[in-house]
């Protein structure tokens, strides 16, 4: 089954250049791939319309088995809440704890206030900050907030999870923890997007890798 | 609106986490969100003053219309000391007859003397001055029925009987004040208008300058599939609380105003001063219409900007 289908797409920033053209690819359900390529590619743009926060300029895209250039906002609204995000600046609320931070995508969905604490538990315990939870997101490392923002990611066991470079920041050993992660949920049958440059995390953990350069997708 | 829709509608707006929420706890905590209730406030009472001044202006015109209604005055001046050679006492009955029998006219009455020195008390002083003052003396006439026509042709008749008599039409300055009051009382509703509106633009200002504020929180809770409820739930609870408080501080000192006028002005405030009856109805009405219009106005500002991106 094809959870993300990409046909001809182009995209700009308003009245800018186009940034992706002609993008064609679909992921299969449960599958893992990287996302690859220079800086100013364009993978954080082509993450963005996987994550429906951007509309394409040109061509189609299908999503859940559903055309999500139809701009129907409910539709969106339900098919973004099968998607989980880690964000390249991780994008934590700052005057939230790192549980609250956490606990967004539960609360979004109404969950009662007992389960979210033990969701939020266990998920804390699965990124190795069960004793963090209370802290203020300013005052973690890069490496806790990248974790913290993977845990908020993952919380509510979306079937598509991206990541944009999510070991831009931290060093080889805790990369290394951080693709483990990805990993567990691709083995829990979560379907995988990780943008990265790190070419010995993809050699390590091999999987197909989508190469994009100045906006062109090659597959390799 | 079906009762399916109504439950959830009320349900969404008497919806109470603030501290659960991840805005509405920075939102309420904000200066703008603060000083709300205070300007809010401030709205309200100049609003119910504009209003109950308004008010005051109808009751008084009412008042007017009921006193001046479809009444004239006939006048003999002083100096004419009998009406056609007649004895002073003899012509004027004759005059009152006159009048009386015309067909225009359903009463004719003397304004006693006594009654027309309290009138003029305030001009001329108390009676003992006027005692011996060459006083004019006057005839109340009710009409049938009055328009131009009428009082025109009762005057002719009336100047070919009694030539130094005249005949005091109330209605051309009756309606002057009339219409001097209307436009007060317009311009009394359009300034309560324009303060109810300036509250509301402040709510949607507030309400707009804390999206922009909140931008990137608002589009991370977008991404992550959060509906347009669930965004407007996060400035409800700090809306409807300043809004309800505003609209109740400009309700109290209202009345503590009217209060201190009726204390102050005990004895001499005109009659009609202030709301009567049911215009109390539009008094309570008056910030019961803010605090929903600015839940209203929220919910449209909010709306207004999430629909902007699908
Ligand atoms: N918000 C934006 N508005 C306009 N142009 C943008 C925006 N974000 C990215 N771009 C442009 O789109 C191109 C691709 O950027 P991006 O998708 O961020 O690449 P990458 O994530 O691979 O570094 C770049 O030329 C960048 O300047
Ligand atoms: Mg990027």
């Known amino acids: ?220 | 609106m079906p009762k399916g829709r109504l439950v959830p509608l009320l349900r969404f707006f008497l919806r109470t986490e603030v501290d659960t929420t991840p805005l509405g706890s920075a939102f309420s905590s904000e200066r703008a969100t603060v000083i709300l209730p205070w300007v809010i406030g401030v709205m309200v009472y100049l609003a119910l003053l504009m209003v109950s001044a308004s008010m005051s202006i109808d009751n008084t015109i009412a008042r007017w219309r009921a006193d001046l209604a479809d009444r004239i005055t006939v006048v003999v001046p002083p100096a004419v000391e009998g009406l056609g050679g007649m004895p002073l006492t003899e012509s004027h009955n004759s005059l009152l007859s006159f009048l009386r029998s015309d067909v225009s006219v359903s009463r004719a009455e003397e304004i006693p003397s006594a009654k027309l020195q309290l009138l003029l008390e305030p001009w001329l002083g108390t009676a003992a001055h006027v005692e011996g003052l060459p006083l004019p003396r006057m005839i109340e006439v009710d009409m049938r029925k009055v328009d131009s026509v009428a009082i025109a042709q009762l005057r002719t008749r009336l100047t070919e009987n009694f030539p130094q008599v005249l005949l005091d039409d109330h209605r051309f300055w009756r309606n002057r004040l009339l219409a001097v009051g209307r436009i007060l009382q317009g311009i009394g509703l359009v300034a309560m208008i324009v303060a109810l509106a300036t509250a509301l633009v402040i709510v949607a200002l507030g309400v707009q300058i804390a999206m922009s504020k909140h931008a990137t929180t608002i589009q991370l809770l977008r991404v992550m599939g959060a509906d347009d409820s669930y965004i407007t739930a996060q400035f409800l609870p700090a809306v409807r609380r300043a809004s309800a408080i505003g609209s109740l501080i400009g309700l109290l000192v209202f009345l503590s105003t009217y209060a201190l006028l009726r204390i102050v002005g005990d004895g001499f405030a005109p009659q009609g001063m202030g709301p009567q009856d049911w215009q109390w109805a539009m008094v309570f009405f008056v910030p019961l219409f803010l605090f929903l219009a600015a839940l209203a106005v929220l919910v449209i500002t909010i709306w207004g900007r999430l629909r902007e991106a699908p």
Do not use: C
């Open chain 1, 1 to 220: 089954m094809v959870l993300v289908r990409f046909d001809n797409v182009g995209m700009r920033y308003g009245l800018g250049p186009e940034v992706l053209h002609d993008i064609a690819f679909s992921l299969p359900s449960g599958s893992f791939h990287y996302l690859t390529g220079p800086s100013g590619a364009g993978k954080t743009s082509l993450l963005r319309l996987m994550f429906l926060a951007q509309q394409p300029s040109r061509g189609t895209i299908n999503a859940f088995g559903k055309d999500v250039t139809s701009k129907d906002r409910k539709v969106l609204q339900s098919l973004r809440r099968r998607i989980g995000v880690v964000f390249q600046e991780f994008r934590m609320v700052s005057h939230l704890s790192a549980a609250e931070n956490v606990a967004l995508p539960l609360r979004i969905r109404g969950m009662s206030e007992p389960s979210i604490r033990e969701h939020v538990r266990e998920i804390m315990a699965w990124v190795g900050l069960e004793h963090h939870t209370e802290a203020d997101t300013a005052t973690l490392s890069g490496g806790q907030q990248q974790r913290v923002a993977i845990a908020r990611a993952v919380i509510s066991n979306p079937d598509l999870l991206l990541a944009d470079e999510p070991t831009g920041n931290v060093d080889d050993a805790l990369a290394e923890r951080l693709l483990y992660l990805f990993e567990q949920m691709h083995k829990n049958g979560t379907t995988v997007v990780v943008a990265t440059h790190n070419r010995r995390l993809i050699e390590r953990y091999p999987h197909p890798v989508f190469q994009l350069d100045d906006g062109w997708l090659k597959k390799s």
